[in-house]
């Protein structure tokens, strides 16, 4: 059999990770599964609507769209959002990323790039250096960047029109934003995970594309596993996919992706390693909390942010975890799922 377990040494599942990774991309590219339309852009109905009427509106006017700021965790379609949007407006979508904008150069390098209605979509938004961001903050409101020419005394600021573009800014931690900077956005969304039944819909919509044969409940056994994320959802079926192929099988059905995610060691819920361990901690330690973030990620070894930006949404989402006021708790369906009884006090809560 060539399919072996995925976990890592640490316990973790790669294939449960929600950032895209080298291996998203090498077979098939991952933009060749991107939705190319608001249309075809399946789930985040409100937030759909909400873009639909803005792009109606300012293609009306003639104008640009706002400047707008997504945030939620990886994975959710953000950059597929972003290249959406460029293509409702006929206009150029260009991607870039807060950290690889160290120096002032490089963001006015792309500014004055752009086309009038361009969109400009800086993914990790909240990692903007300092510098780069005070640029960005003209450049947003007025469309004008101010640029120093020559050295020492002989420096001069000068002022450069831009033409009209639309920033989107993307992050999963729009609390590290600072105000001046999100101030400057006219939309600001949410992206929440998906429900199983729209992870189905998008699971069948790849498999179509990837032209294999997947009945209804098969795409609903993967999409259980794929912690409100398409980018996981897509990469499992890719895996049930080499499974099947092996199996010389030609219709995945539930039966069939069962077998393959419990031999890629994917859990029933999705959880990978981390999420497994916090809640162990949490009910063995600290007989299910409250327990601190930092105390967690000391236990865990995890970073104390990846935990509140990745691991807990999801957990929350689920009905596994709980933050209080004291700290976090592991909630009944999480001592269950792993195996054990909730205490007497919490029960009530199932
Ligand atoms: P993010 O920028 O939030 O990390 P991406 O936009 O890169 O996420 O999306 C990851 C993958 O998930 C994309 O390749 C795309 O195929 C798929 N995807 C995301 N959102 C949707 C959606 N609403 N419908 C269908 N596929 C989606």
Same mark, same amino acid.
């Given at each position: 059999?060539?399919?072996?377990?995925?976990?890592?040494?640490?316990?973790?599942?790669?294939?449960?990770?929600?950032?895209?990774? %080298?291996? @998203?991309?090498?077979?098939?590219? /991952?933009?060749?599964?991107? $939705? =190319?339309?608001? &249309? #075809?852009? !399946?789930?985040?109905?409100?937030?759909?609507?909400?873009?639909?009427?803005?792009?109606?509106?300012?293609?009306?006017?003639?104008?640009?769209?706002?400047?707008?700021?997504?945030?939620?965790?990886?994975?959710?379609?953000?950059?597929?959002?972003?290249?959406?949007?460029?293509?409702?407006?006929?206009?150029?979508?260009?991607?870039?990323?807060?950290?690889?904008?160290?120096?002032?150069?490089?963001?006015?390098?792309?500014?004055?790039?752009?086309? %009038?209605? @361009?969109?400009?979509?800086?993914? /990790?938004?909240?990692?903007? $250096? =300092?510098?780069? &961001? #005070?640029? !960005?903050?003209?450049?947003?409101?007025?469309?004008?960047?101010?640029?120093?020419?020559?050295?020492?005394?002989?420096?001069?600021?000068?002022?450069?029109?831009?033409?009209?573009?639309?920033?989107?800014?993307?992050?999963?931690?729009?609390?590290?934003?600072?105000?001046?900077?999100?101030?400057?956005?006219?939309?600001?969304?949410?992206?929440?995970?998906?429900?199983?039944?729209?992870?189905?819909?998008?699971?069948?919509?790849?498999?179509?594309?990837?032209?294999?044969?997947?009945?209804?409940?098969?795409?609903?056994?993967?999409?259980?596993?794929?912690?409100?994320?398409?980018?996981?959802?897509?990469?499992?079926?890719?895996?049930?996919?080499?499974?099947?192929?092996?199996?010389?099988?030609?219709?995945?059905?539930?039966?069939?992706?069962?077998?393959?995610?419990?031999?890629?060691?994917?859990?029933?819920?999705?959880?990978?390693?981390?999420?497994?361990?916090?809640?162990?901690?949490?009910?063995?330690?600290?007989?299910?909390?409250?327990?601190?973030?930092?105390?967690?990620?000391?236990?865990?070894?995890?970073?104390?942010?990846?935990?509140?930006?990745?691991?807990?949404?999801?957990?929350?989402?689920?009905?596994?975890?709980?933050?209080?006021?004291?700290?976090?708790?592991?909630?009944?369906?999480?001592?269950?799922?792993?195996?054990?009884?909730?205490?007497?006090?919490?029960?009530?809560?199932?």
């Amino acid at each position: 059999m060539a399919i072996v377990s995925s976990q890592d040494e640490g316990g973790r599942n790669p294939l449960l990770k929600p950032q895209a990774t %080298p291996q @998203d991309t090498p077979v098939l590219p /991952e933009d060749s599964l991107r $939705p =190319r339309s608001l &249309e #075809e852009y !399946l789930g985040q109905t409100e937030l759909k609507q909400i873009l639909s009427i803005a792009v109606g509106a300012a293609k009306v006017r003639g104008e640009p769209l706002d400047h707008l700021l997504l945030y939620g965790p990886p994975g959710l379609g953000k950059t597929t959002l972003a290249l959406i949007l460029a293509q409702e407006m006929g206009r150029q979508c260009h991607i870039t990323s807060g950290p690889s904008l160290e120096r002032p150069r490089d963001i006015v390098g792309l500014l004055v790039n752009l086309e %009038p209605g @361009d969109i400009l979509f800086v993914d /990790e938004i909240h990692r903007l $250096p =300092r510098v780069t &961001e #005070e640029t !960005l903050y003209a450049a947003m409101e007025d469309f004008r960047l101010d640029v120093t020419v020559g050295k020492g005394t002989t420096a001069r600021t000068r002022s450069l029109t831009l033409p009209k573009f639309t920033l989107v800014g993307a992050t999963t931690r729009v609390g590290a934003l600072s105000s001046p900077l999100r101030d400057r956005f006219g939309l600001v969304q949410k992206l929440r995970f998906y429900t199983v039944a729209e992870l189905a819909q998008i699971i069948t919509r790849t498999a179509q594309l990837l032209n294999m044969q997947i009945t209804a409940l098969g795409a609903e056994t993967i999409a259980q596993r794929s912690r409100g994320t398409p980018r996981i959802a897509n990469r499992l079926l890719k895996r049930v996919r080499d499974y099947a192929q092996i199996q010389n099988v030609e219709i995945i059905t539930p039966e069939l992706a069962g077998t393959a995610l419990e031999l890629l060691a994917v859990d029933p819920q999705g959880l990978d390693g981390v999420d497994r361990t916090l809640l162990t901690v949490l009910i063995e330690q600290f007989q299910g909390g409250p327990a601190g973030l930092d105390t967690l990620a000391a236990m865990t070894g995890e970073d104390p942010q990846t935990i509140e930006d990745v691991y807990e949404p999801y957990l929350m989402q689920i009905g596994y975890l709980q933050r209080t006021p004291r700290g976090r708790m592991a909630l009944p369906p999480a001592w269950v799922h792993l195996g054990r009884t909730p205490p007497a006090q919490q029960l009530p809560l199932l």
